[in-house]
C-alpha cells in the first residue's frame, strides 16, 4: 500500500464517493462523510457561484459538529471537484472559496493545472487527478498532482477503455502514491479486488445515484436499480468526450443508442446550452457496475452494506 498523506491515511473504509455532476449535494456528501467515506462533489454543482460558498460553509461546519458528537467516530474528509478545461470559467472563483474553507481533498479532471496544484498545498490540501491511462497520470504527477485515480472501463461518466489490470500495472511501475480505482465498483468485495490489484481506494459513484440524499430525478434512481451492464452506452456525442450513459435516457430524447453519431470534442459545454440533449440532466452518466444495486436507500444504509461485505470478502481470504 501508498503512504498516504494526511486527510486520507485513517479512513474507516477503503472508499472515495466520486463527485457527480447535478446530484451530488452537501446532504449527500455529509451523509457520505458521517459514514466513513469521503464524500464529494464538483463545484459546479453550485449554482449559482455564489452558492458554494454556502455549501463549503454548511459541509464544514456540519462535519465539525459531527466530530465534537461523535470523538470516537469522525467524519471521513470530503472532497470537491474541479473542472480543469477552459470551458470551466469558474474555476479561478471556486479555487478561492476551496481555499477559504481549506477544502482536504481537490479532485481535478479533464486537465492538470499547476496553479490549481499550489492552491491546494498552500493549505495542506491534497490534489488526486483523474486519468484514462498512463500518459496523462504521468503528465499529472508531472504538475504536482499529489495522487490519481484511475478511470478504467465500465465507470460512469467520463470514463476511460483501458482494463483496471492494466491500467493499476502500468502506474504502479513508477508511482508509489494514492491511486483510487474507479470502474463498476458497486460491492464491498469489489472494494476489496481494488485493493489486491494496486489502488488504495475504491472509487464509487453510479451506486450513490440511488440513494435518498442523491440530487437526481426519481426515474433516474429507478433506473439504476432497473438496469444491468447491457443498458449501458458509451459515447462522446453529448459532451466530446467518451463517457457511459443509460440506453434508456438516450432513447427518451429521441435517439438510437446503438447508432450514435461522433461528437467534436471541441464543443465540450459543461453549462449545456446546446442543441444536443443535456449531457447529465437528460442523458443519464452511469457506469457498469448498476447490475449489483437493488434498491433506492440512504446513502448510510449502503456504506453500512459496503462495509458488511468488504469485511466478509477479507474473511474469506485470511
Not at 46 to 59: C, H, K, N, S, V
Not at 71 to 80: G, R
Request: net charge negative; with cysteine.
Amino acid at each position: 500500500m501508498s503512504k498516504l498523506p494526511a486527510p486520507l491515511n485513517a479512513l474507516p473504509l477503503p472508499i472515495i464517493g466520486s463527485p457527480l455532476f447535478i446530484i451530488s449535494n452537501p446532504k449527500l456528501v455529509i451523509a457520505q462523510c458521517t459514514a466513513g467515506v469521503v464524500g464529494s462533489m464538483p463545484a459546479l454543482n453550485a449554482r449559482p457561484a455564489e452558492q458554494l460558498d454556502e455549501w463549503l460553509a454548511e459541509i464544514t461546519e456540519t462535519l465539525a459538529a459531527w466530530d465534537r458528537d461523535h470523538p470516537d467516530q469522525p467524519a471521513a474528509p470530503f472532497a470537491i471537484n474541479q473542472i480543469v478545461h477552459k470551458s470551466n470559467e469558474r474555476l479561478q472563483h471556486d479555487m478561492e472559496l476551496c481555499v477559504k474553507y481549506k477544502v482536504p481533498i481537490i479532485i481535478t479532471s479533464l486537465g492538470a493545472r499547476e496553479d490549481v496544484n499550489a492552491a491546494a498545498h498552500s493549505y495542506g490540501g491534497v490534489v488526486l487527478h483523474d486519468i484514462i491511462n498512463n500518459k496523462f497520470a504521468r503528465k499529472a504527477i508531472d504538475k504536482g498532482a499529489d495522487g490519481l485515480i484511475a478511470v478504467a472501463a465500465g465507470a460512469g461518466g467520463h470514463a476511460g477503455v483501458k482494463s483496471p489490470f492494466a491500467l493499476i500495472q502500468e502506474i504502479r511501475q513508477w508511482f508509489d502514491g494514492p491511486i483510487a480505482l474507479s470502474g463498476s465498483i458497486a460491492t464491498g468485495g469489489a472494494v476489496l479486488a481494488a485493493q489486491a490489484m494496486g489502488a488504495d481506494f475504491a472509487y464509487i459513484g453510479s451506486a450513490f445515484i440511488a440513494t435518498e440524499e442523491a440530487r437526481a430525478a426519481e426515474e433516474y434512481k429507478h433506473a439504476i436499480v432497473s438496469g444491468s451492464s447491457d443498458d449501458i452506452v458509451y459515447s462522446n456525442l453529448f459532451t466530446g468526450v467518451h463517457g457511459n450513459y443509460l440506453a434508456a435516457s438516450i432513447r427518451a430524447a429521441g435517439l438510437d443508442p446503438e447508432n450514435l453519431p461522433v461528437s467534436d470534442p471541441s464543443a465540450m459545454n459543461f453549462a449545456s446550452g446546446s442543441s444536443k440533449p443535456k449531457a447529465w440532466k437528460e442523458i443519464w452518466g452511469s457506469g457498469q457496475g448498476i447490475g449489483a444495486i437493488d434498491k433506492v436507500r440512504p446513502a448510510a444504509e449502503y456504506i453500512a452494506q459496503l462495509k458488511r461485505e468488504y469485511q466478509q470478502a477479507r474473511a474469506r481470504l485470511l
